[in-house]
């Protein structure tokens, strides 16, 4: 069984920073594509950046410039700077396996996936 684990979340003041991490096993990390969501209170959840298998990076324009997907071996992080109260939400990692998608905001889309982290609370205050 997959197992994602997310870490890194944590209370901070409007501007600074954090890097999330998601740990990954029972899984072939290298084949996978990667994708952190959000939903923060009584939103939908969204996509907020996605890595596919070849290392290439998208956002959603809610966070570019400020947020950076990257992956490593079994774990994959998402550093965040300039942090804004509406950044505020539990955060996910997802995956999904043997991924055949390829640069595209398909990977953005929550119906994609079907093996889920529990999620790291980011609280943002002004």
């Known amino acids: 069984q997959v197992q994602l684990v997310e870490s890194g979340g944590g209370s901070v003041q409007s501007g600074e920073s954090l890097t999330l991490s998601c740990v990954a096993s029972?899984?072939?990390?290298?084949?996978?594509?990667m994708t952190w969501f959000r939903q923060g209170p009584g939103k939908e959840r969204e996509g907020v950046a996605t890595?596919?298998?070849?290392?290439r990076d998208l956002y959603a324009d809610s966070v570019k410039g400020r947020f950076t997907i990257s992956r490593d071996k079994n774990t994959l992080y998402l550093q965040m700077i300039t942090l804004k109260p509406e950044d505020t939400a539990m955060y996910y990692c997802?995956?999904?396996?043997?991924?055949?998608?390829?640069?595209?905001?398909?990977?953005?889309?929550?119906?994609?996936?079907?093996?889920w982290g529990q999620g790291t609370q980011v609280t943002v205050s002004s």
């Open positions: 997802a995956a999904i396996r043997l991924c055949i998608y390829y640069n595209t905001r398909r990977l953005l889309d929550t119906s994609l996936y079907t093996d």
């Open positions: 029972n899984i072939d990390f290298s084949s996978a594509c």
């Open positions: 890595i596919d298998r070849s290392g």
